[in-house]
T-cell receptor
Framework: KAGVTQTPRYLIKTRGQQVTLSCSPI?????VSWYQQTPGQGLQFLFE???????NKGNFPGRFSGRQFSNSRSEMNVSTLELGDSALYLC???????????????FGQGTRLTVV | AQKITQTQPGMFVQEKEAVTLDCTYD???????LFWYKQPSSGEMIFLIY??????QNATEGRYSLNFQKARKSANLVISASQLGDSAMYFC?????????????FGAGTRLFVKA
């Protein structure tokens, strides 16, 4: 069974540009969550999607957006990149939403974004 | 306010000994889920163990057990018989929310070093 796939693995962008990251969840998983991981702030929740609907959003500016497609694949977009957006962006998929055991998250290996 | 607190930035343990990683959480929701994840140096996040807020018994998964003290809002991870491969970052996480949306919040992590 294929795991969570994130593309690209590494990305270098210039301040002011925009970027789109992709996440393909495990087959059959309908929930996708995104996290930003930095040495200073740790792992911070960005958003969660379930069946193409954004279920929750973390405390990030509107430059951060996302969507989920009918095949459960998800993309996140960051516009007008800032140096502080440099981070490891992790995507996680799970079978469901809620708080039960089946919301155990399976993580991808992440996309490391560097903004210069 | 911090919702998940891991007070040990780094821990050392001798191989084959047990170690406890601390985690306290803060929520006013009666329903929540607690998770522990391991992040080796390779970067992927690996699910270890889950405890639901209504679970009467402490969760166990192989060498991992969760010491759940609900009144104290603590969910410490106990790793028995430590192995060199246990050296990694360990994250405590809490999932909370309602039908309007859920999110998972992570602690800052504890880096565990297992000594031969």
């Amino acid at each position: 069974k294929a795991g969570v796939t994130q593309t690209p693995r590494y990305l270098i962008k210039t301040r002011g540009q925009q970027v789109t990251l992709s996440c393909s969840p495990i087959s059959g998983h309908r929930s996708v969550s995104w996290y930003q991981q930095t040495p200073g702030q740790g792992l911070q929740f960005l958003f969660e999607y379930f069946s193409e609907t954004q279920r929750n959003k973390g405390n990030f500016p509107g430059r951060f957006s996302g969507r989920q497609f009918s095949n459960s694949r998800s993309e996140m977009n960051v516009s007008t990149l800032e140096l502080g957006d440099s981070a490891l962006y992790l995507c996680a998929s799970s079978t469901g939403t809620g708080i039960s055991m089946n919301t155990e998250a399976f993580f991808g290996q992440g996309t490391r974004l560097t903004v210069v | 306010a911090q919702k998940i607190t891991q007070t040990q930035p780094g821990m050392f343990v001798q191989e084959k000994e047990a170690v406890t990683l601390d985690c306290t959480y803060d929520t006013s929701d009666p329903s929540y889920g607690l998770f522990w994840y391991k992040q080796p140096s390779s970067g992927e996040m690996i699910f270890l163990i889950y405890q639901g807020s209504y679970d009467q018994q402490n969760a166990t998964e192989g060498r991992y057990s969760l010491n759940f003290q609900k009144a104290r809002k603590s969910a410490n991870l106990v790793i028995s018989a430590s192995q060199l491969g246990d050296s990694a970052m360990y994250f405590c996480a809490m999932r909370e929310g309602n039908t309007g949306g859920f999110k998972t919040i992570f602690g800052a992590g504890t880096r565990l070093f297992v000594k031969a």
